[in-house]
């Protein structure tokens, strides 16, 4: 069963915004003083506001401008059901209060006025805000729910869109979910589509999945899961969602699950079991009917975004400040995406990508003609800095196939591009596994940003790999600066602003790249199939100082 009801916890607050009547004559004597006091010029509250306060989910902003002198600022609050009142004073010099006292379910109003001695000017009063409380969005969905952009949610538990069932999450929306709680859509079954959730967000208003919590870090909720039933390599091709988040995977590679738009999930990962905690965002066997594009996933205590098999795309994505990966595929997921970026934390992250095959290493596309092999065209990532962690920007094993192009790996303690294990070999050998037309600038075994050696291989032996040494002349060929077939090179790629030291940091860096930087020249043209734009020319997610950041205005980089 689906429950909406009121709990009384933080307020969600709406903007409004009153510019009420011209001030009385400030130059004589106000009653409110006592009276019997010399007159003074008490300067003049020309404006009264209440704002949103969006960092502070609790409280009621309340702004005003000042004209002329004051010795302070007082503001009265009542409550407009009781009458009772408070006052707050604070310095002239302030234009702003942050009242963290409200309670949810009640309606304020707030009168503003300037003190000088023993004087005060008129006052200005706001509109009557009424303090809202969130609604629970809990259970079983069956039908078609709309939410509303003015109403703030907490997500309780795991909220699974059932088959046949929709969700709409118009622009704006707030879901805030408290600790174990999950957004999770349902693989169709008995002749049901899948659940699907249509998130459509701005990038003016984006849709933010948050913690419930004022101090916010990792793994303080789940995040988002989305199941389907496009194929996957798992036995009998069906597997079970991490976290007990559902069976998907079938035979409809265009099954959808809705659509994601502008969607910023954040301090999610909550940790089921050991080495079982819930993404940033997880694509279970989602199938290419689904639309993925302008994702963020920010501080998670697992990998930002992973896909357990299925043959979705997914354009502008990004990965902040996230535990684990910033990208993991897993069980032949075949999908293509474009204009990727990863950002790792200083204090803890792993590798930018792992791609996995299945968990035996086995080579499935032999097996059964499916493999993990994405298709990805302009990718920027920066890696945690050159100490902490052996960590490759690109680490593909477990017999993973994957065709890379036009990346820049920046950053990274270890090596840019990694191949792990003796099926990854057989890839290697077939031309289905390979990074192309890429820019490295990462750390490479005790060198600094700009080693010489962006490539390596590991994880397998003589007496598994038939001709190994030959192996290894070949990929050392295919990966050489002059004239290699992967045409890669090195160099910094002269962003127009990132610290390495610390990526993460506050403030978002500009990962646009300045003229006569190598990652404008050499790139490969995406494929003109309807999905790619091929007008990306260039190595990584963006291009030069002129060209349009397409992160600004929906993604977040505070760093708690």
Sequence with gaps: MTIFRNKPWATLLVAVA???????????????????????????????????????????????????????????????????????????SESALNDNTVEDGKTYNYSVRAKKGNNFSASRTTVDQRVKAPVELSGDLFGDYSLSAATRYRLTGYVRVQPGGVLRIPDGTRIEGLAGSALITVAGADGKPSGRLFALGTAQRPIVFTSVNTTKARGQWGGIVLNGLAPNNGPGGRLIGEGNTGVHGGNNPNDTSGVLRYVRVEYGGTRITADNEINGFTFNSVGAGTVLEFLQAHFIADDGFEWFGGTVNAKNLVSTGNDDEAFDFDNSWCGKGQFWVAVQASDIANRGYESDNNADGTDARAANGRATSPLIYNVTMIGRGLSGGETDGMYIRRGSQGRFFNHVVANFFNRGFALDGPVCVTQFRRDSLFVRNSLFFVKANGATNGATSYARFTGFTSSNVTDSAGFAADFNSRTSLSGGAWQNKVGDPNFVSVNYDNPVNGTMPNLRVQAGSPALTGAATPPNDGFFATNATYMGAFGDANSTNWMEGWTTWFRP
């Design 18 to 92: 009153a510019t009420l009547a011209a001030c009385g004559d400030d130059k004589k004597d106000n009653p409110a003083s006592g009276g019997g006091t010399q007159p003074q010029d008490v300067g003049e509250i020309r404006q009264a506001l209440v704002t949103r306060a969006d960092t502070n989910a609790t409280a009621i902003s309340i702004a005003w401008r000042l004209e002329g002198q004051a010795d302070s600022i007082e503001i009265t609050r009542r409550d407009v059901a009781s009458g009772a009142t408070r006052r707050f004073a604070v310095p002239a």
